[in-house]
């Protein structure tokens, strides 16, 4: 039997599928899109910002409600009237690290480990955000703009440090003089106006300029040169003419959006925002998957506002931000329960007889039920902005949280949702976490589910691309035109997550189906589509499409330029260069990967299989080696050496691999399949026999399993034993005419 191998292309996983298609389905149009959709990107001069002193000579009431807010406080030079934290000659030590925060000739010091290990004195340039913690930030001679890990905890005055439990070396991303806390890259875009990063690719530098150093009006409200111009030469005749950005002309929808640029996870599309088009022109959100969020869609990682308020009925029945807080201060418009009941009638739901709490205890407020959260950042209490009703029958099926037994915390779930049940009754309506929690948790029924969700439109447009987002993990089961049936959705998220889809599937017979959205409305659908052409030739695009696709791919390459100082930026590239057929090429993008991440060994396994296919096993060995030398507990790792062992038939070495694969991954029942084949390749049947039992044990009936328990049965003469394996087979699957075939040639041996 042929060794089966998994290379676990993590980033790169290609396949390819046949199809026949026809070629005139829906999904292939002809050229009809305005060609207005693709507007500037042009840079707005840094002169075209006026200021706030200006705004504040005809906009005094809104100045001084931003004054001292949130976003005047974004970013400001370091000065003893800006920095609280205490900078007198104070020591503060943290896993082993001791950072000493001085003044020296009127200016900040701190001296703490850095970059090379050692200890420096580093100057601070600027202070960052004001409560419930400030940041210090540090300029090294490369323009990297650092932000200290140890911060000033402004509520209780004191230093902490932003991740008490989590040792960091000074070589790793997450090193404050690194990748993880660079001001660049993670926090200018949002917290200054009109931010443009000015990565060097080279020498992995920046020269990072902006207009105004903290979140101005303008920031907002767009640059205002033409607005001051028009109201002075025309004065009390001035009649305002769409030259501000975020006005209360504004539907709620676009504001929200508008709001979104800077309260939202995710990845950047263009080099600059100039306040044209829409925030999808722009950026595009990070969808719910794990890792960022629970699989009912509640917030996890830091993910910040956007992505769990477009999931709520309150954003959907014309909600926005400005309802709840000022849109100047920043601050809620209201305390406790009057915020809720702007809408919501008192004496329908802040009683009692809703809450069944005592009234003016933490839980009669509607926040703590509907509205929980998280800290961040060590002190930073952020609450979950999708407004859900507690769903403690979800946290007995995919271990999610919900508000009673983060309340209780004596209680469990059983307890949580018997009682709810007992005081709600059944819930009434499906909730889109009904169904997309199977398809991120894995059921075997999970892409009906997905199927169910992505195709009806009274969900949440985040929740529907989710759901075709989630497809990915049942690519191998399902068939294309399924998930893909969602690339002309009405919602541009669904668009760009359904070719996300295609582009993973990468079925060369449907590539084409892309070919519209390269004139798509909005950029990021664009960006995406191109991607997923990638492995087709540019002489194989039509000739309608030629001039979008030119175009495109000029907006492309400025995304892949714009997160080249990330390293999923440096990866895509390489998946680019990959799937055109350039390994080398992709192989030295993964290794500029690592430049900036050493320790990234997700990126480390994708190479390592990479320098195998180009025929360089010794690097390929070598990179697993460090793997397993950084992460000693990583079972993935002994799995895929393994694999790569057997295949240059190194037998013996990768069962010693995969037994420690098994140790890490013992529920992994593909684990027990792979080391019975190496077992059968060193001719010990019986060994093979032994790890085959095992796994069936944890999967009695598993496929894989099955046949090569039978498979060993039949080579060691045991015909019997192979028959009555083949028999269950066959009763667990009796429409596979192999094993049909298998049992019949086993049958005929004992004639």
Not at 498 to 521: G, K, M, R, V
Not at 564 to 588: P, Q, S, T
């Given at each position: 039997m042929k060794l089966l191998i998994n290379y676990f292309f993590i980033f790169i996983f290609i396949i390819s599928i046949s199809s026949c298609k026809d070629k005139d389905s829906k999904y292939v149009a002809t050229s009809q899109v305005d060609k207005s959709v693709f507007n500037s990107t042009a840079l707005v001069p840094d002169s075209h910002f006026v200021?706030?002193?200006?705004?504040?000579?005809?906009?005094?009431?809104?100045?001084?409600?931003?004054?001292?807010?949130?976003h005047d406080k974004a970013m400001q030079i370091a000065t003893d009237s800006n920095i609280l934290g205490d900078f007198d000659n104070t020591t503060f030590k943290s896993q082993g690290i001791s950072s000493r925060f001085f003044k020296k000739d009127n200016d900040f010091y701190v001296n703490t480990e850095g970059r090379d290990g050692e200890?420096?004195?580093?100057?601070?340039?600027?202070?960052?955000?004001?409560?419930?913690?400030?940041?210090?930030?540090?300029?090294?001679?490369?323009?990297?703009?650092?932000?200290?890990?140890?911060?000033?905890?402004?509520?209780?005055?004191?230093?902490?440090?932003?991740?008490?439990?989590?040792?960091?070396?000074?070589?790793?991303?997450?090193?404050?003089?690194?990748?993880?806390?660079?001001?660049?890259?993670?926090?200018?875009?949002?917290?200054?106006?009109?931010?443009?990063?000015?990565y060097n690719f080279d020498s992995h530098s920046y020269n990072t300029e902006y207009a105004l150093i903290n979140v101005s009006c303008e920031a907002?409200?767009?640059?205002?040169?033409?607005?001051?111009?028009?109201?002075?030469?025309?004065?009390?005749?001035?009649?305002?003419?769409?030259?501000?950005?975020?006005?209360?002309?504004?539907?709620?929808?676009?504001?929200?959006?508008?709001?979104?640029?800077?309260h939202m996870r995710r990845e950047q599309i263009t080099a600059n925002y100039n306040y044209e088009g829409t925030m999808l022109d722009h950026y595009f959100p990070q969808l719910i998957a794990e890792g960022l969020y629970h699989p009912d869609g509640q917030i996890l990682d830091e993910v910040y506002v956007y992505g769990s308020f477009v999931q709520s009925k309150m954003y959907h029945n014309g909600v926005s931000c400005v309802n709840c807080h000022n849109e100047h201060s920043l601050k809620l418009k209201f305390q406790g329960n009057q915020l809720c009941t702007q809408c919501h009638m008192p004496e329908s739901y802040s009683t009692p007889s809703h809450?069944?709490?005592?009234?003016?205890?933490?839980?009669?407020?509607?926040?703590?039920?509907?509205?929980?959260?998280?800290?961040?950042?060590?002190?930073?209490?952020?609450?979950?902005?999708?407004?859900?009703?507690?769903?403690?029958?979800?946290?007995?099926?995919?271990?999610?949280?919900?508000?009673?037994?983060?309340?209780?915390?004596?209680?469990?779930?059983?307890?949580?949702?018997?009682?709810?049940?007992?005081?709600?009754?059944?819930?009434?309506?499906?909730?889109?976490?009904?169904?997309?929690?199977?398809?991120?948790?894995?059921?075997?029924n999970g892409l009906q589910s997905l199927l169910e969700l992505a195709n009806d439109t009274i969900y949440p447009e985040i929740a529907r691309a989710s759901a075709v987002k989630t497809m990915r993990n049942y690519i191998s089961t399902a068939s294309i035109d399924d998930m893909i049936r969602f690339l002309d959705d009405d919602s541009p998220l669904v668009r760009a997550?359904?070719?996300?889809?295609?582009?993973?599937?990468?079925?060369?017979?449907?590539?084409?189906?892309?070919?519209?959205?390269?004139?798509?409305?909005?950029?990021?659908?664009?960006?995406k589509a191109f991607f997923t052409l990638a492995s087709l030739d540019e002489m194989q695009i039509p000739e309608a499409y030629k001039a979008a696709y030119n175009k495109v791919k000029k907006e492309f390459n400025t995304s892949l330029e714009e997160t080249?100082?990330?390293?999923?930026?440096?990866?895509?590239?390489?998946?680019?260069?990959?799937?055109?057929?350039?390994?080398?090429?992709?192989?030295?993008?993964?290794e500029?990967?690592?430049?900036?991440?050493?320790?990234?060994?997700?990126?480390?396994?994708?190479?390592?299989?990479?320098?195998?296919?180009?025929?360089?096993?010794?690097?390929?060995?070598?990179?697993?080696?460090?793997?397993?030398?950084?992460?000693?507990?990583?079972?993935?790792?002994?799995?895929?050496y393994a694999l790569l062992l057997a295949e240059v038939t190194r037998y013996k070495e990768a069962v010693v691999q995969m037994k420690k694969a098994i140790n890490y991954m013992p529920e992994n029942t593909r684990l027990y399949y792979n080391i019975s084949l190496m077992y059968d390749k060193l001719n010990d049947l019986k060994s093979a026999e032994k790890y085959v039992q095992n796994g069936l044990k944890k999967a009695p009936a598993d496929e894989s399993l099955l046949y090569m328990l039978a498979y060993i049965y039949s080579k060691d003469n045991k015909i019997d034993k192979a028959i009555q394996v083949a028999e269950q087979l066959i009763g667990y699957y009796p429409d596979n005419n192999n094993y049909i075939n298998f049992l019949r040639q086993l049958k005929s041996r004992v004639q």
């Open positions: 200021g706030d002193q200006k705004c504040k000579s005809c906009h005094n009431s809104e100045y001084q409600l931003w004054k001292g807010s949130h200890y420096n004195d580093y100057k601070i340039e600027y202070t960052f955000g004001i409560k419930p913690l400030q940041q210090y930030i540090v300029k090294f001679p490369d323009g990297h703009y650092q932000c200290l890990r140890t911060a000033w905890d402004t509520e209780k005055n004191k230093w902490f440090d932003l991740y008490p439990d989590f040792k960091v070396v000074h070589s790793e991303w997450l090193h404050w003089s690194r990748g993880g806390l660079n001001w660049n890259t993670m926090c200018a875009d949002c917290h200054s106006t009109n931010v443009r990063k000015n907002c409200h767009g640059p205002g040169k033409t607005h001051v111009e028009q109201a002075n030469k025309l004065g009390k005749a001035y009649k305002f003419n769409g030259e501000l950005k975020m006005t209360n002309s504004l539907d709620s929808k676009k504001l929200v959006d508008e709001c979104a640029r800077c809450h069944f709490h005592k009234n003016n205890s933490e839980g009669s407020e509607c926040i703590n039920c509907h509205m929980t959260g998280k800290f961040y950042m060590g002190n930073d209490f952020r609450r979950d902005h999708s407004f859900r009703i507690p769903r403690p029958d979800l946290s007995l099926k995919y271990g999610t949280p919900n508000a009673c037994t983060e309340c209780h915390k004596d209680k469990d779930n059983q307890w949580a949702w018997d009682n709810f049940q007992k005081l709600y009754g059944e819930l009434e309506n499906k909730h889109f976490s009904d169904l997309l929690a199977p398809g991120i948790t894995g059921d075997p997550a359904s070719l996300d889809l295609l582009s993973e599937i990468n079925a060369q017979d449907y590539l084409s189906y892309a070919l519209p959205f390269l004139e798509d409305e909005k950029r990021s659908v664009r960006v080249a100082d990330f390293v999923g930026g440096r990866v895509k590239k390489a998946d680019y260069a990959l799937r055109k057929g350039n390994l080398k090429e992709a192989i030295k993008g993964y500029s990967a690592l430049e900036i991440d050493n320790i990234n060994n997700m990126v480390r396994t994708n190479l390592a299989n990479l320098y195998y296919r180009d025929g360089d096993f010794d690097k390929a060995e070598a990179s697993f080696k460090t793997i397993i030398q950084q992460e000693p507990e990583f079972g993935q790792t002994y799995y895929s």
